[in-house]
């Protein structure tokens, strides 16, 4: 379930090989071979089974020799078999050079890429023709940058094919630590994963590049990515068992009263913006909270009586302008006084001095508190240096989209999106905060350093009022007694789960609305 940069790949591949002397060669064998099952499995799945030409494109390096050693069990399994080599495969060395002799004195059929003498695209140079797939052993863990020539036009020209490509470790084309690609980039059905999935696979734009990620360990021990000191996890219900002790769904204790679940007060929604507020406390409710208490400006409560008679109204004195402008801190710090968690921020609106409002406030709730939307807003124009974000005994979460994320790491939204999981930990251990970067495949980073990348949870979600449940989710889940990453983590994977199952039971996903994920919790 570990997620690995390539360096940390690069140092578990070595660790393996020279400090516990597993063989390069037999890893390159398991990696092949486990390469070669996948692809049978997706050529039984075409339904072509054993007349399916499979066409091995193998780069230089160690990732073409996984390509070779795959190129040699396909055709043991009964497939027609060929090897294009991108660059003379002369230039193979080590390990991959030991798969290309291997290959050429079994006679497996081998040709060079060379662009055509005009330069033009290879496509119709019949690179591809009487072949059904593609495997992509081109560019894995050991590329970087843009790919060269000749490697960029005959990933282009595989894309140009049609045809469907299993990836060996990556599809070609991506950045494995980031997930952005390359101009030329392999679009691939299937892609193996060797030992661990690198976190490219699970960052868009390249997780909608690599198809289905399939891991297949190839000897290296199961322990290596942990004794690295790899803390990058795929979020699912194995890892939140696995690492954070955590069952889906989570057991409720018998013997329970009201109190048993939590009291969480939610702070958020104004006169314009009610419904963020009514979302937020709604969704504690579904998330199994004892009691919500909704706390608005006095005079603008009664205007929200009976909208959902679960939750208790708490009305805040405003000097009766029914704004949050003008609500004392220490007025909703004593609302918040004997609560389990604080919501703050939906819906919230903008005024002068909202940052020292919020500070203060901070700094006076003893409860842990989810901090979302305006909040956020609040604390980013204060700047992103260490110290924004007042230091507290109890835990302080946020949950900011990309834009909201961009704002308070004083960056561009472009920026802030090229490694949202380098991000979002840099910024959990220089504020203390455990933050939920939202967006599709959703990073949540602790100030310890452990980050989890969600799988839950599709395109429908991009709707308002989603974040609002989003936090009422975690609110509660703090308030149930859960510590920060655990109801980070939880509530994201959570709040992911009932939006597909939501989209699920609907014409099309993006007719969801915010209290559909709600309803499905
Ligand atoms: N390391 C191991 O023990 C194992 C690795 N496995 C597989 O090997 C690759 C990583 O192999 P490596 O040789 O480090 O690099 P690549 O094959 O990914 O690199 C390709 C090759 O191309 C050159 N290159 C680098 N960047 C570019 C570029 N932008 N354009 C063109 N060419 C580029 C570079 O010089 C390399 O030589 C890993 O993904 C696994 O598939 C085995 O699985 C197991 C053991
Ligand atoms: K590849």
Known sequence: MELVTSGEMRAIDASAIEEIGIPQEALMENAGRAVAEEARRFAETAGKGADFGWLILAGKGNNGGDGLVCARHLRDMGFRVAVLYAEPPERMQGAAALQRDIASRLGIPAR????????????????FAGFDGLIDALLGTGSAGEPRAPYASLI?????SGLPVVAVDIPSGLNADTGAVAKASIRAKVTVALAYAKRGLHQHPGAGRAGEVVVRPIGIPADAAERAGVHTYLLNAESLKAKLGLSVPLPRKEDSHKGTYGHVLVAAGSALMSGAGLLSARAALRAGSGLVSWAQPAAAAPGLRGFAPEIMLRAVPDEGAGEWRLVKPERLAEAAAGVDALVV??????WDGDGAWLRNLLERVAAPVLVDADALNMIADAGAQPGVWPRREAPTVITPHPGEMARLA???VSEAQRDRIGLAREYAARHGVTVVLKGARTVVASPDGRAFVNTTG????????????LAGIVGSLLGQGLNALEAAAYGAYWHGLAGDRAAASRPQAASLIAGDIIEAL
């Not at 282009?156 to 140009?160: D, G, N």
């Open 112 to 127: 060079v890429y060379a662009l055509s003498d005009t330069g033009a695209d290879a496509a119709n140079a019949g690179w």
């Open 156 to 160: 282009e020209a595989a894309v140009q």
């Open 345 to 350: 921020g939906p819906g919230m609106g903008r």
């Open 410 to 412: 004083g960056m561009t």
């Open 458 to 469: 599709n395109s429908g979600m991009a709707t308002g009022g989603s974040g609002d449940a």
